[in-house]
C-alpha cells in the first residue's frame, strides 16, 4: 500500500478500461472480448488502483449480455455510453476520459467485432495527448507520476517500458488470462448507461464488409531458366533428406557438433 | 610418332553413369578432347555435332542436352555453375511518386513479413509504366542486410542514430514526419506486425490524419483504382476498401521481388533530428524463463521421447540449454511430461528456430508438429529412424551419454567465458 501514502495527491491510481462485446471464437455467441478481458485482469491485480469499465455502443439487450460478462469479474458497474450504430466513438470517448481524467487507460489490441483495426486507442492518445504503449504483458510498479511495464515481443519474449502517466495501453493477448466470469455478480452488478450525441463514422458506409475467406496458401514458385530445375524442384520430396548423420561418435564429438549447431543458429545464451 | 594409347578402364567408367568416378572421369575426358563449339573467324558460333555427347552403354550416341553432368562436375566446378546469375539492374532516374516502406528490419535484416511488404510497394509502384513510381525504405539505426537491392528497394534513407537504435517509436516517428515533409511518399506501407511496424504504421497514420489500412492482405486492382482487401472483426471478416495512403500489411500480402535487382540509392534528409519529447524509457530486454515460454512461441525447445530414461537429467539438460521443454505423445502417456508439453500434431504445432529431439523416432504426428520447424537435431539409438531422415543433424547414439556431454561443454564454455569477462 504504498503509493496510497506516497502519492497523497491521487489518493489512489485510477484506471479506465475501455471495453468491448465480443464474440466466443467457436460458437460465435456474445460475450467478453477476450483481450479486453485480460485489460480488466491487469487492472484489478494492481495494487491500489480504483477501476472503472467504460463501453461505448448501442445499448441493445445483446450488448448488456455481453459487458455483464465484465461484471461478473467482480466489478461493480460499467459506463455504457449509448451510441447508434456506426458511429465513429473517439470523440466522445476523448470528452469522456478528459473529464474523468485517469491515470491508465487500458484497452485490447484490438475489437473483435467491427473494424477491428486497432487504432482507438492511438487515436485517443493523440487527441488526449497522452503517452501510449501497445502489446502491455504485465504492470510491474506505478511511482512518481511513471509506470515499469512489461511489452510483449514475438517469441514469448519481453521488454521493460518506463512511461510516463498518464499513458493509454494496449493489452496483448498474451497478458495473464482473465479469471472466470461469475453469475450472481454478474446479475447484480449495474450497467450505467450515459447517453451522448453520436458521430456517425461515413467512411464505414463505403467499405464492403463480408465473411471472411480462407486465404489462398502461397505456393512454392521456382524461378528458373531450365526445366531440368523446375521439374527437379516440383518432383522433390517435402523435407527430409540432405541431413548430416553422425554415427559411431563419442558422446563428446556428438555433443560439439550439437554445440556447433546451436552457435550458428545463435540460440544459446552463454 | 605418337600412339593413341586407350585406356580401356577410363571407357567402361565413361559408359557407366552408376559408376562412383563417373563424374570425375567425364570432367576429365572434357578437358583432353577438342572443343565442340568455338567462336569463328565471322563471329559465328560455329559447333561440331560430331563432337557433342558420348558413347552410351549400347554402342548408341547419347547427347545429354539437361546439363546434368556439366553440373554434376567436382569441386569447384560444381559450384560455380550453382553461382547466383546475374540478375538486371534497374534504375529509375525520375519517379513520378514514391512508396514508401518502414521495414522491422528484426536483426538488422529483412524479415520475410518486410520482403512481402517491399513487393507489395513494388506492385503499386511499377502499375502504370507510363507513371514509374520508385520505392523508398527507411531504415533505422544499423543494419547487417546486404540484400537490399534484391528486395526491390530504389531509394534507402537510412537514419543513422543510436537513439534511433531498438524500441524508439516517438523519435522514429518524428524522423517518419520529417520524410512526409520532405518528400511526400504517395503512399506509406508498413508490416502489421508485433515487431514494431503495427505500432508505428498506427503511430504515424493517426499523427498525419490519415486512416489506415489495417490487416491488408490482398490489393484488387478495378481499372486503374487500387483497392484492397483487410482482415477484420478478429479474422471473422473481410473488409474490401479504396486502397488509403497508410497501409499496415499482414504476411503473404504480395509476393517478394525476385527477377530484378534496384539500385538503391541513398537519400540525405536536410532536416536533422528534432528534439522530441520522449515519454517512454526503454529499459531493455527481459530475461525470460524459458519454460514459461508457450511451446508454440518458443524458440529454442529440448524435447524427450521414449528415448529417455533419466528424466531429472533431461531438466537439468534443458536449464542448462535454457531451452523450453517438449515432448513426444508417449512421454506425456507415460506421466514423463504434463500433457500441455506435447509436440505433435495431437499436441503444440511448434515453430522453433532449434528442435532437439532426444530419444523420439518421430511418428508422422510429431514431425508434422515440428514441420515449421527449422533446424532439427535428433539423438536416437536407432539410426533407421524416421526422426533422423527428419533432422539436420542426427547423432547416433546414447542419448543420454550426449545429452550429459553437451551439458558439460556449456558449463565449461561459461565458465571460460566468466573468466574471460572477469580477466
Not at chain 2, 218 to 229: A, K, N, P, Y
Not at chain 2, 286 to 303: K, N, Q, R
Not at chain 2, 325 to 334: I, Q
Request: glycine share 10%.
Amino acid at each position: 500500500m504504498k503509493p496510497r501514502e506516497s502519492d497523497k495527491k491521487s489518493a489512489s491510481l485510477s484506471i479506465s478500461v475501455l471495453v468491448s462485446t465480443g464474440r466466443h471464437p467457436i460458437t460465435g455467441r456474445p460475450g467478453r472480448a477476450d483481450q479486453d478481458s485480460r485489460a480488466v485482469e491487469l487492472a484489478m491485480n494492481l495494487q491500489g488502483g480504483s477501476v472503472s469499465l467504460l463501453h461505448a455502443g448501442q445499448p441493445t439487450e445483446e450488448c448488456k449480455e455481453a459487458l455483464r460478462g465484465y461484471l461478473g469479474m467482480g466489478i461493480d458497474r460499467i459506463s455504457l455510453i449509448e451510441q447508434s450504430e456506426h458511429a465513429d466513438i473517439t470523440e466522445v470517448l476523448t470528452k469522456t476520459l478528459k473529464s474523468s481524467n485517469p491515470s491508465l487507460v487500458l484497452a485490447g489490441t484490438k475489437a473483435e467485432q467491427g473494424e477491428g483495426s486497432g487504432l482507438l486507442p492511438f487515436l485517443l492518445a493523440e487527441s488526449l495527448g497522452w503517452s501510449l504503449v501497445s502489446g502491455l504483458v504485465s504492470i510491474e510498479s506505478v511511482e512518481n507520476g511513471q509506470a515499469t511495464i512489461l511489452q510483449a515481443l514475438p517469441r514469448g519474449q519481453r521488454r521493460r517500458l518506463k512511461v510516463r502517466l498518464p499513458a493509454i495501453a494496449t493489452v496483448d493477448e498474451s497478458a495473464e488470462r482473465a479469471r472466470q466470469s461469475a453469475f450472481g455478480p454478474a446479475r447484480r452488478g449495474t450497467i450505467e448507461t450515459i447517453s451522448e450525441a453520436s458521430h456517425i463514422d461515413e467512411t464505414l458506409a463505403s467499405f464492403e464488409i463480408k465473411k471472411a475467406r480462407v486465404r489462398p496458401k502461397r505456393l512454392k514458385i521456382v524461378k528458373s531458366s531450365s526445366a531440368r530445375d523446375r521439374f527437379k524442384a516440383a518432383a522433390a520430396k517435402s523435407g527430409g533428406g540432405g541431413g548430416q548423420v553422425l554415427s559411431d561418435v563419442s558422446a563428446q564429438e556428438g555433443a560439439e557438433a550439437i554445440f556447433k549447431l546451436l552457435q550458428e543458429e545463435n540460440v544459446l545464451k552463454l | 610418332m605418337s600412339l593413341t594409347r586407350k585406356n580401356p578402364r577410363l571407357e567402361w567408367i565413361a559408359r557407366n553413369r552408376l559408376h562412383p568416378e563417373h563424374a570425375q572421369v567425364m570432367a576429365e575426358l572434357d578437358a583432353s578432347s577438342s572443343p565442340s563449339q568455338w567462336m569463328g573467324p565471322n563471329g559465328l558460333l560455329r559447333r561440331d555435332p560430331h563432337r557433342v555427347g558420348r558413347m552410351g552403354p549400347n554402342g548408341l550416341k547419347r547427347i545429354d542436352r539437361s546439363g546434368l553432368l556439366a553440373g554434376q562436375a567436382y569441386g569447384s566446378g560444381g559450384k560455380q555453375a550453382k553461382a547466383e546469375p546475374q540478375k538486371p539492374l534497374i534504375t529509375i532516374d525520375d519517379p513520378a511518386f514514391i512508396v514508401a516502406v518502414v521495414p522491422d528490419m528484426a536483426g538488422g535484416e529483412l524479415t520475410s513479413h518486410d520482403k512481402d511488404v517491399l513487393g507489395m510497394a513494388r506492385q503499386l509502384a511499377d502499375a502504370d509504366p507510363q507513371r514509374q513510381g520508385a520505392v523508398l525504405a527507411v531504415v533505422f539505426g544499423s543494419y547487417r542486410e546486404t540484400r537490399f537491392e534484391h528486395a526491390g528497394i530504389d531509394r534507402l534513407v537510412f537514419l543513422e542514430d543510436e537513439r534511433l537504435e531498438g524500441y524508439s517509436p516517438e523519435r522514429r516517428l518524428s524522423r517518419l514526419e520529417d520524410i512526409e515533409r520532405e518528400l511526400t511518399p504517395e503512399r506509406w506501407l508498413f508490416p502489421d506486425s508485433q515487431l514494431g511496424g503495427a505500432e508505428l504504421g498506427r503511430r504515424l497514420s493517426v499523427r498525419l490524419k490519415e486512416r489506415p489500412a489495417t490487416h491488408v492482405w490482398q490489393l484488387l486492382s478495378e481499372d486503374g483504382e487500387w483497392r484492397c482487401e483487410c482482415r477484420g472483426a478478429r479474422e471473422r471478416s473481410d473488409i474490401v476498401r479504396s486502397l488509403p495512403r497508410c497501409i499496415l500489411a499482414l504476411e503473404e500480402c504480395a509476393e517478394p521481388v525476385s527477377e530484378n535487382r534496384y539500385e538503391v540509392k541513398p537519400v540525405e534528409l536536410s532536416s536533422t533530428a528534432p528534439e522530441t519529447m520522449i515519454r517512454i524509457d526503454n529499459l531493455g530486454q527481459v530475461e525470460v524463463d524459458p519454460a514459461s515460454v508457450a511451446l508454440g512461441e518458443a524458440e529454442f525447445i529440448l524435447s524427450g521421447g521414449n528415448g529417455v530414461k533419466n528424466w531429472d537429467r533431461f531438466h537439468n539438460a534443458a536449464l542448462q540449454l535454457r531451452a523450453a521443454e517438449g515432448a513426444s505423445r508417449v512421454a506425456v502417456d507415460n506421466g514423463f511430461m504434463p500433457r500441455e508439453r506435447q509436440v505433435g500434431a495431437t499436441g503444440t504445432w511448434v515453430s522453433a528456430r532449434v528442435y532437439i529431439a532426444v530419444g523420439i523416432s518421430g511418428a508422422i504426428q510429431h514431425l508434422q508438429g515440428i514441420e515449421r520447424c527449422n533446424k532439427v537435431v535428433a539423438i536416437n539409438n536407432d539410426g533407421g529412424c524416421d526422426m533422423v531422415k527428419r533432422a539436420d543433424l542426427a547423432i547416433i547414439g546414447d542419448a543420454e551419454g550426449v545429452l550429459e556431454a553437451l551439458v558439460e561443454l556449456i558449463e565449461q564454455k561459461r565458465s571460460e567465458e566468466s573468466h574471460h569477462e572477469a580477466a
